[in-house]
T-cell receptor
Framework: EPEVTQTPSHQVTQMGQEVILRCVPISNHLYFYWYRQILGQKVEFLVSFYNNEISEKSEIFDDQFSVERPDGSNFTLKIRSTKLEDSAMYFCASSDRGVVEQYFGPGTRLTVT | EDQVTQSPEALRLQEGESSSLNCSYT??????LFWYRQDPGKGPEFLFT???AGEEKEKERLKATLTKKESFLHITAPKPEDSATYLC???????????FGKGTRLHILP
């Protein structure tokens, strides 16, 4: 069964460093999303991406964040200068029908020290 | 402000003991309500989408229902493998984003 994959599974970085989180969505999907989940809190929407551009973004997704689909298979989230409060689980999701039926990856745990 | 509230926060049931989880929402212009299951350390797993009041969907021991103010996830004769956190989320307005509730942690005792 096709699935969304994410790498790395765990990333530890120092405050102020740049990180890139990588996702490989399901191959025929056209809608891509990033979410984060701070430990013990709710899942929060960050950004949606369709047709090679951002379609929606939340207040969390400020200038420190960017997304890219560098080739036909990868979808990346870059955090330019990490802060302690960026520590969270980051989930990528993809869909062939928009938000109505999203398939999530296993997540990348980001720890900022 | 759009809000999604799930109750209870946690629920322990004996195997075979049916129950319901609640998701109440206050949003302007509901476009869809979604249920997900999340196992520890993993991403949410899609279960159902509901679009309009009165709609019901079923999958194995799970049945989701929707009214104008809330949704219920009914679990019939649960098994230990149904233990997980169940998340509710809504899409409202013209946005292509969804708002999640905090989830209900369900634990089924053998």
């Amino acid at each position: 069964e096709p699935e969304v994959t994410q790498t790395p599974s765990h990333q530890v970085t120092q405050m102020g460093q740049e990180v890139i989180l990588r996702c490989v969505p399901i191959s025929n999907h056209l809608y891509f999303y990033w979410y984060r989940q701070i430990l013990g809190q709710k899942v929060e929407f960050l950004v949606s991406f369709y047709n090679n551009e951002i379609s929606e973004k939340s207040e969390i997704f400020d200038d420190q964040f960017s997304v890219e689909r560098p080739d036909g298979s990868n979808f990346t989230l870059k955090i330019r200068s990490t802060k302690l409060e960026d520590s969270a689980m980051y989930f990528c999701a993809s869909s062939d029908r928009g938000v109505v039926e999203q398939y999530f990856g296993p997540g990348t745990r980001l720890t900022v020290t | 402000e759009d809000q999604v509230t799930q109750s209870p926060e946690a629920l322990r049931l004996q195997e075979g003991e049916s129950s319901s989880l609640n998701c109440s929402y206050t949003v302007s212009g509901l476009r869809g309500l979604f249920w997900y299951r999340q196992d520890p350390g993993k991403g949410p797993e899609f279960l159902f989408t509901l679009y309009s009041a009165g709609e019901e969907k079923e999958k194995e021991r799970l049945k989701a229902t929707l009214t104008k103010k809330e949704s219920f996830l009914h679990i019939t004769a649960p098994k230990p493998e149904d233990s997980a956190t169940y998340l509710c989320a809504v899409q409202a307005g013209r946005d292509d984003k969804i708002i999640f509730g905090k989830g209900t942690r369900l634990h089924i005792l053998p």
